[in-house]
């Protein structure tokens, strides 16, 4: 039996919502073992990392290009923000 364009999409887009749903549930779960379970701490200040250091470090995770290439290059700048956003 043939499928219909239409039951294509739809069984397409169940798929989609399934693997959606599963990645959910294994962040959910990964989140529990490292947090809970492990005990690993989630920000930087609970390690008593401050940011007198964070310029220095953006700088270095940039290497000798001044940049950090990836889905979208970072500067020092963008690098030391999200190290501010991580205390």
Known sequence: MRRSAGS??????????FQATV????????SAFFFDTLGLQSRLSDLGIDDR????MAKKACGQYGMRPGF???TPKDVEAIYRMCL
């Open 53 to 56: 250091d964070f310029a220095v």
């Open 72 to 74: 979208t290059d970072l």
């Open 8 to 17: 294509e999409k739809g069984a397409a887009c169940l798929r989609r919502l």
């Open 23 to 30: 990645c959910r549930a294994m962040e959910h779960e990964l």
